[in-house]
């Protein structure tokens, strides 16, 4: 079965630049959502989309932003990057809001 | 507001025997759902089981079945016949509609 795509899988930048994470649901999924695990932690909500439009937002910076496309991927862009940004990103698409949440496999940034 | 508590950061279970993981969580939701997540070393999240609120029977697959007592609010794991392959961090999580609300996770270890 097809299962969440994330890219790149790693990702290694210096502080103050940008980086752009993709996702690919699950075919027929519409809503995408993101989260974002530190080292030991657990996973925390970040932004969700359902539809095409933001539908929740949780402790995500300002200097982060995302969207959701015509073809149902979505991308986090992170700007003025730290290195407290360093962490895991996972997105998950579930069929519509209240089902369950599929993750992809995550993409690792390291900031230094 | 919601929020899952997981009371026991590590636990260890011989192989082929039974092991239970405690998962409490409070909600003003009326409307909700709880999972368990499985976390290996390589970091996916791997969903193991979803119970909703408003079901009284409570979820199995397979080996894994859980407790739901939804007037202690609680939310527990048993894997019957431990293997190897169960070894993880495992993440009880709690959702309405949207953002998966997540414990701080159980360290699962199975001695051979």
């Known amino acids: 079965a097809a299962g969440v795509i994330q890219s790149p899988r790693h990702l290694i930048k210096e502080k103050r630049e940008t980086a752009t994470l993709k996702c690919y649901p699950i075919p027929r999924h519409d809503t995408v959502y993101w989260y974002q695990q530190g080292p030991g932690q657990d996973p925390q909500f970040l932004i969700s989309f359902y539809e095409k439009m933001q539908s929740d937002k949780g402790s995500i910076p300002d200097r982060f932003s995302a969207q959701q496309f015509s073809d149902y991927h979505s991308e986090l862009n992170m700007s003025s990057l730290e290195l407290g940004d360093s962490a895991l990103y996972f997105c998950?698409?579930?069929?519509?809001?209240?089902?369950?949440?599929?993750f992809g496999p995550g993409t690792r940034l390291t900031v230094t | 507001a919601q929020t899952v508590t997981q009371s026991q950061p590590e636990m260890s279970v011989q192989e082929a025997e039974t092991v239970t993981l405690s998962c409490t969580y409070d909600t003003s939701e009326s409307d909700y759902y709880l999972f368990w997540y499985k976390q290996p070393p390589s970091r996916q999240m791997i969903l193991v089981i979803r119970q909703e609120a408003y079901k009284q029977q409570n979820a199995t697959e397979n080996r894994f079945s859980v407790n739901f007592q939804k007037a202690a609010k609680s939310f527990s794991l048993k894997i019957s016949d431990s293997q190897l392959g169960d070894a993880a961090m495992y993440f009880c999580?709690?959702?309405?509609?949207?953002?998966?609300?997540f414990g701080k996770g159980t360290k699962l270890t199975v001695n051979p």
């Open positions: 999580a709690g959702g309405g509609s949207e953002k998966l609300v």
């Open positions: 998950a698409s579930s069929l519509s809001p209240s089902y369950e949440q599929y």
